[in-house]
């Protein structure tokens, strides 16, 4: 036999004889029984009611799924996986103040955790300074406020930063060039090599030009290019960082199903490999870090095809389109988080089951590292006790189920391995219409994928409504006690009014002059091709605030506003 022959899984003429046996079965055995009406996934993919080997005959095992390890990864990017490489417990952090949330960082290490995960407060992630009007009222809520390089020296005191994995939740590519440039100068300064630092920003121009809102957006170009910056730098300089981590979840809990979570994901390192190539990198300089982030909801299984499906999709760009030569380079790593937008706030304690199935569906589609929601998150930031279940959570998942002990113990079910070829169909498609639109980029300034975006949206909220998407608690089995799950919400510290006496003691202490001259460099570079990295890095040594990095973007880039008509 020709090595390119396919090799279908099951002889025809077993196929045949099931076909016939199915027939039969539904004629004498389900007849009358009800359970015929239709079902779908939570993507619209129908839901037969039995699968069978008929559902897969045309599947060749050795192309279409292999072994872990191999092309087309299918059943993970490691050859043991969890066996050799258990996914990072890396559970979120970021609330208050540095000096507040460097407590939280060492309480989640001190009880197990192996990654940091740090959440920003919605001034900082929008690159205002704490005092700025635009932050008033925000500072150190949902998140940690970041307004200098001394707010990230507190927020990693006595950490580990050259032992442990850092995830920086940076969403815009303007904070993260900023955000980014003070993690490496604080190791600088602590004398740590940048070769050193392990870990992730999230950088992702979608997170400011389509998923969030704020009152100044940078055009998508602009965004764009910036996230290819700190991508090309990293590249260069960071070799054990992940520059960006496309962010399916913050579109999922936007409005997309999990096709289209993947498949704009996707789109968006085609995009960006296309920009770093016409920059003189080679695919396989930066494809090796590129990752991803997944928003693990309630359909069980799609969530695990979905992953399983993402990671075949991507080899094959990489490989096909891209022609890369580093097997690493075809390597689809992703983060989990379970879906905050399941969270609900009656009967919270319902949410630890949420959570809890969808980790273990991360986990059996091969994550890479996971977060777990805690149950108060509907609330507010969690409280040390509920953080500790997460925690906990995730823990008993690695160490008293087995789950991960075996390699994609789900594959081989005819039901899974039809749902993983539909997704792989879905997302291939998905993205050729991304492509037809003139890629990502474009797709997002004609306001294309804000539509599509706000469609799903729509029809799911009426789901809800009408009662056909069923949330327990809410809208189904409702409880009839009011107080029912009545739980401590966490209460933020005041932050304010210290953030902004720091700045207002730092802008005294440093050298303005030199200040001044760095941002004018920046603000000169903005209008130029060259990679803007090394000149936030400057202004970050010279002790530049977050808001006036920024400030420098907004004027020479300009503003921009979502195309809502």
């Not at 998140?143 to 005191?157: C, H, K, N, Q």
């Not at 979570?261 to 920009?275: G, P, R």
């Not at 075996?406 to 879905?426: C, F, H, Q, W």
Request: net charge negative.
């Amino acid at each position: 036999m020709m090595a390119d022959a396919k090799r279908n899984l099951f002889n025809p003429e077993a196929i045949s004889a099931i076909e016939d046996e199915t027939k039969r079965w539904q004629q004498e055995t389900l007849k009358e029984k009800g359970g015929t009406e239709d079902y779908y996934t939570e993507s619209g993919i129908p839901i037969n009611l039995l699968y069978t080997p008929e559902a897969i005959a045309e599947q060749d095992y050795l192309k279409d799924i292999g072994y872990p390890g191999e092309p087309p990864f299918v059943r993970g990017v490691y050859p043991n996986m969890y066996r050799g490489r258990l996914f990072t417990v890396r559970q979120l952090a970021g609330f208050g103040g540095p000096e507040d949330c460097n407590e939280r960082i060492k309480f989640l290490l001190g009880h197990g955790a192996t990654g940091v995960n740090i959440v920003f407060d919605l001034p900082t992630i929008r690159g205002y300074n704490s005092d700025d009007p635009e932050a008033e009222g925000n500072v150190g809520q949902c998140g940690v406020t970041i307004d200098s390089l001394e707010d990230m020296e507190r927020l990693f005191d006595q950490v580990p930063i050259d032992r442990v994995s850092v995830s920086l939740v940076t969403h815009l590519p303007s904070t993260t060039v900023a955000l980014l440039s003070m993690y490496m100068v604080m190791a600088e300064k602590r004398g740590i090599p940048f070769e050193k630092l392990a870990g992730t920003t999230q950088n992702d121009f979608l997170m400011e030009t389509t998923v969030g809102s704020g009152p100044e957006i940078l055009p998508p170009r602009d965004s764009f290019r910036l996230q290819c910056d700190a991508i090309e730098y990293a590249a260069k300089h960071l070799p054990r960082w992940n520059p960006v981590s496309y962010n399916g979840y913050n579109l999922r809990e936007a409005g997309t199903n999990a096709v289209q979570e993947v498949a704009v994901a996707i789109a968006n390192a085609i995009a960006t490999s296309e920009e770093l190539i016409k920059r003189g990198l080679p695919i396989d300089a930066f494809a090796r870090r590129l990752s991803f982030f997944w928003d693990l909801c309630n359909d069980f299984f799609e969530e695990i095809a979905k992953c399983r499906a993402s990671r075949r999709v991507f080899y094959e760009v990489m490989k096909n389109r891209f022609q890369a030569k580093d097997e690493r380079s075809c390597l689809m790593r992703f983060h989990v988080q379970t879906a905050g937008i399941t969270l609900t706030k009656v009967e919270p304690f319902n949410n630890i089951a949420r959570s809890a199935l969808q980790g273990l569906a991360a986990i059996l589609g091969g994550a890479q590292s996971l977060h777990i929601d805690s149950y108060d998150e509907a609330y507010s930031a969690p409280t040390e006790e509920a953080a500790l279940v997460s925690l906990r959570t995730q823990q008993i998942l690695q160490t008293e189920t087995n789950v991960v002990n075996t390699v994609d113990p789900l594959a081989g079910s005819y039901y899974v391995e039809y749902l993983t070829n539909e997704m792989i169909k879905r997302i291939k498609d998905y993205v050729a219409q991304i492509e037809k639109r003139g890629g990502l980029v474009a797709a997002v300034e004609a306001g294309w994928l804000h539509r599509e975006i706000s469609n799903y949206a729509y029809l799911q909220q009426k789901a809800i409504e009408s009662g056909d998407k069923k949330i327990v608690g809410v809208n189904y089995v409702k409880g009839e006690d009011a107080q029912l799950g009545q739980i401590e919400v966490f209460r933020y510290p005041e932050t304010e009014e210290r953030q902004k006496a720091k700045l207002r003691a730092l802008r005294e202490r440093r050298d303005n002059d030199r200040l001044a001259g760095c941002l004018a460099t920046l603000r000169a570079k903005c209008k130029t091709n060259e990679n803007i990295v090394p000149y936030v890095i400057e202004a970050v040594r010279a002790n530049a605030t977050l808001g006036e990095i920024e400030e420098v973007f907004r004027q020479k880039f300009g503003l921009w506003q979502f195309p809502l008509a």
